[in-house]
Antibody
Framework: QVQLVESGGGVVQPGRSLRLSCAAS????????MHWVRQAPGKGLEWVAL????????YYADSVKGRFIISRDNPKNTVYLQMNSLGAEDTAVYFC???????????WGQGTLVTVSS | EIVLTQSPATLSLSPGERATLSCRAS??????LAWYQQKPGQAPRLLIY???NRAAGIPARFSGSGSVTDFTLTISSLEPEDFAVYYC?????????FGGGTKVEIK
């Protein structure tokens, strides 16, 4: 069965960096685009970034462009989100999700909580 | 950016009743419209894609309809496990965007 497991969340001070990981199993990872989506406490879903199956195409939300970097390691079946210059507005649960046809997100991890606080 | 507006924000219904959720787009999204269900403390789950196609394992009581800018998710007869928050999502244009959500609560 499909499993996406996020890790790397925690409490970080404003202005610092954090790297999230998402380990995938049960899918053809090297053939799958992968997203990061976040959800601030008590709020709705906000799309963050997408990386194509081979890493050649990257897409970012304006709110994170220039600060966050999405990458992947296909032999390790893992996608990453490097988050720099973090601010309070980045506090959220971060989900990774598999892309389907550049249209919908068909499998999701359980999320990892990032809290930006001094 | 395409803005998706969901209404109502909260829908209070009893089990067995019909739920009708609306999603309106600020411009045409063609058929690139999906719906997700999210329960507290859980990840979203894909329900509907391409406006009206049910994802794998989704019960037939869930249906989607609409076109251009106006879309509807209908739950024909609410089961206890259907009380949750529902989000629409478009990928007609980048960035991919979600609606603000509709909470379906027990009356």
């Amino acid at each position: 069965q499909v499993q996406l497991v996020e890790s790397g969340g925690g409490v970080v001070q404003p202005g610092r960096s954090l790297r999230l990981s998402c380990a995938a199993s049960g899918i053809s990872f090297s053939a799958s685009g992968m997203h990061w989506v976040r959800q601030a406490p008590g709020k709705g879903l906000e799309w963050v970034a997408l990386i194509s199956y081979d890493g050649s195409n990257l897409y970012y939300a304006d709110s994170v462009k220039g600060r966050f970097i999405i990458s992947r390691d296909n032999p390790k079946n893992t996608v990453y989100l490097q988050m720099n210059s973090l601010g309070a507005e980045d506090t959220a649960v971060y989900f990774c999700a598999r892309d389907r046809r550049l249209r919908e997100l068909d499998h999701w991890g359980q999320g990892t909580l990032v809290t930006v606080s001094s | 950016e395409i803005v998706l507006t969901q209404s109502p924000a909260t829908l209070s219904l009893s089990p067995g009743e019909r739920a009708t959720l609306s999603c309106r787009a600020s411009q045409s999204v063609s058929s690139y419209l999906a719906w997700y269900q999210q329960k507290p403390g859980q990840a979203p789950r894909l329900l509907i894609y391409d406006v009206s196609n049910r994802a794998a394992g989704i019960p037939a009581r869930f249906s989607g309809s609409g076109s251009v800018t106006d879309f509807t998710l209908t739950i024909s007869s609410l089961e206890p496990e259907d009380f949750a928050v529902y989000y629409c999502q478009q990928r007609s244009n980048w960035p991919l965007t979600f609606g603000g959500g509709t909470k379906v609560e027990i009356k």
